[in-house]
T-cell receptor, first 112, second 114 residues
Framework: QQQVKQSPQSLIVQKGGISIINCAYE??????FPWYQQFPGKGPALLIA?????SEKKEGRFTISFNKSAKQFSLHIMDSQPGDSATYFC???????????FGAGTRLFVKA | DVKVTQSSRYLVKRTGEKVFLECVQD?????MFWYRQDPGLGLRLIYF???????EKGDIPEGYSVSREKKERFSLILESASTNQTSMYLC?????????????FGSGTRLTVV
């Protein structure tokens, strides 16, 4: 199975709060897990990515936590801001399969 | 700034029409992709190409074809548009095979078939 399951579908967070988006995958051959951020009227843009030999990666307010044994990974947005309001997609990729499999997306709204 | 440009932001076409969606990238990327985006379904791969004149089917190729005559240009063709092809279409390119280094997406074409 190649699915990447993403939750929640939508998320409302107060300004300054922590936004958490979760993803689970089935294909243990995935060797790259990117997150994309999409603003209305724009295409998705690569936000942050992690490889399965790393348990955590942090870039500014964005952190990916990766649990290889549970086949789960999550995006944490610390000190969430209204400008973070967007749709977020997790994905899995494996070199041999030549495919990037995307999750269904999470619409985040940060209230001012 | 690197760019993937999709020729139309919005298109309205009639059922049965042949539809061309154009995409151009200026990054000299070998790999180009066409996705469609539907609410609750995420991004689904239609076709991709890793070289000029090369094409590979993605997960949902039925009703679509593609053309890549030049490295920078990748066209998606709806041979006979149907209402279930109403969607947002996203073009992307990448330097490495299938997104290993991350995709650069265009802004999308919202197609409505009536």
């Amino acid at each position: 199975q190649q699915q990447v399951k993403q939750s929640p579908q939508s998320l409302i967070v107060q300004k300054g709060g922590i936004s958490i988006i979760n993803c689970a995958y089935e294909n243990t051959a995935f060797d790259y897990f990117p997150w994309y951020q999409q603003f209305p009227g724009k295409g998705p843009a690569l936000l942050i990515a992690i490889r399965p030999d790393v348990s955590e990666k942090k870039e500014g307010r964005f952190t990916i936590s990766f649990n290889k044994s549970a086949k789960q990974f999550s995006l944490h947005i610390m000190d969430s801001q209204p400008g973070d309001s967007a749709t977020y997609f997790c994905a899995g990729y494996y070199t041999g399969g030549f495919k990037t499999i995307f999750g269904a997306g999470t619409r985040l709204f940060v209230k001012a | 700034d690197v760019k993937v440009t999709q020729s139309s932001r919005y298109l309205v076409k009639r059922t049965g029409e042949k539809v061309f969606l154009e995409c151009v990238q200026d990054m000299d990327h070998e790999n180009m992709f066409w996705y469609r985006q539907d609410p609750g379904l995420g991004l689904r791969l239609i076709y991709f190409s890793y070289d000029v004149k090369m094409k590979e089917k993605g997960d949902i190729p039925e009703g679509y074809s593609v053309s890549r005559e030049k490295k920078e240009r990748f066209s998606l063709i709806l041979e006979s548009a149907s209402t279930n092809q109403t969607s947002m279409y996203l073009c992307a390119s990448s330097l490495y095979a299938q997104g290993a280094a991350g995709y650069t997406f265009g802004s999308g074409t919202r197609l409505t078939v009536v």
